[in-house]
C-alpha cells in the first residue's frame, strides 16, 4: 500500500516537473521569438551608409581644385576683356572729342558765294580765251617821238575775277598769269601774295598791292 502510494507521488512529481519544464521551455521560446523579432526590427548599422557618404563627399571635394582654377581663369579673362573694352571706351570718346572739336563746314552763304567765285571765274576764262594772243598780231616798227621819261607801270601778273566775304574777312579771286584753270584760281586776303605782288588791303572798288621796288600799287575791283 506504501508502494503505490509512493509510486503516485514520485509519478506525479514528474508530472508536475514535466509542465514546470515545459512552461519554462515555453516561456524562453517566446522570448527567443521576441529576440529575433525585435532584431529584424531593428535599424541597420549606420556606419557603411556614412563611409559611403564620407567617400561621395571626398570624390566631391577632389573634384573642387580644378573648378576653382577653371573659375579664375574665366575671372582673368572678365578682367582682360573688361580692360580691353574700357579702352576701346576711352578710343571712341577721345575721337568724339576730335570730332567735335573739327570746325564746322561752310555755310549756304559760303557755297552761293563760291558758286558766284566760280561763275565769275568761268566768265574771266572764256574773255581770256577771247583775247587775241602776242603772237596773231602783227607788230609794226615804230618811231619813238621822244623818250620816255618815266617807267611805265608794270602789268599785273593775275587777273582780278571778283570779292568774296566770309564772315567778316573779304576775299578777293585771282586767276594767275597765262593760266586758265578754274583750280589756280586764288583766294587772297590782305598778307598774301601772288606771283610777287602782295595785297596790302582791300578798299571799297580797289585792291591795293604791294610792288617789289614800285612801292604800291592799286587795281579796280570788278
Not at 83 to 97: C, M
Request: glycine share 4%; with cysteine; net charge neutral.
Amino acid at each position: 500500500m506504501k508502494v503505490h502510494h509512493f509510486q503516485a507521488l514520485v509519478l506525479g512529481a514528474l508530472c508536475l516537473g514535466a509542465a514546470v519544464l515545459a512552461a519554462v521551455t515555453y516561456n524562453h521560446q517566446q522570448h527567443l521569438t521576441a529576440l529575433l523579432v525585435a532584431a529584424d526590427s531593428a535599424p541597420a548599422d549606420p556606419v557603411p551608409a556614412l563611409r559611403r557618404d564620407l567617400d561621395a563627399l571626398s570624390a566631391d571635394l577632389a573634384t573642387l581644385p580644378p573648378q576653382v582654377k577653371a573659375l579664375d581663369e574665366h575671372q582673368r579673362q572678365q578682367d582682360a576683356t573688361f580692360a580691353t573694352l574700357s579702352k576701346q571706351l576711352d578710343e571712341v570718346s577721345a575721337s568724339l572729342k576730335a570730332i567735335e572739336a573739327v570746325p564746322v563746314g561752310p555755310s549756304r552763304s559760303d557755297l552761293a558765294a563760291l558758286e558766284q567765285r566760280l561763275d565769275s571765274a568761268e566768265t574771266a576764262v572764256r574773255l581770256l580765251e577771247a583775247r587775241p594772243t602776242a603772237s596773231s598780231v602783227q607788230s609794226q616798227p615804230v618811231t619813238p617821238i621822244k623818250q620816255l621819261t618815266k617807267t611805265q607801270a608794270p602789268t599785273p601778273p593775275f587777273t582780278l575775277l571778283g570779292v568774296e566775304t566770309r564772315g567778316d574777312v573779304r576775299f578777293v579771286s585771282a586767276l594767275p598769269a597765262g593760266a586758265h584753270a578754274l583750280s589756280t584760281v586764288r583766294l587772297l586776303q590782305p598778307g598774301d601774295s601772288l606771283n610777287g605782288w602782295q595785297l596790302k588791303t582791300l578798299r571799297r572798288n580797289q585792291a591795293v598791292f604791294q610792288v617789289p621796288g614800285l612801292g604800291e600799287r592799286s587795281l579796280p575791283l570788278p
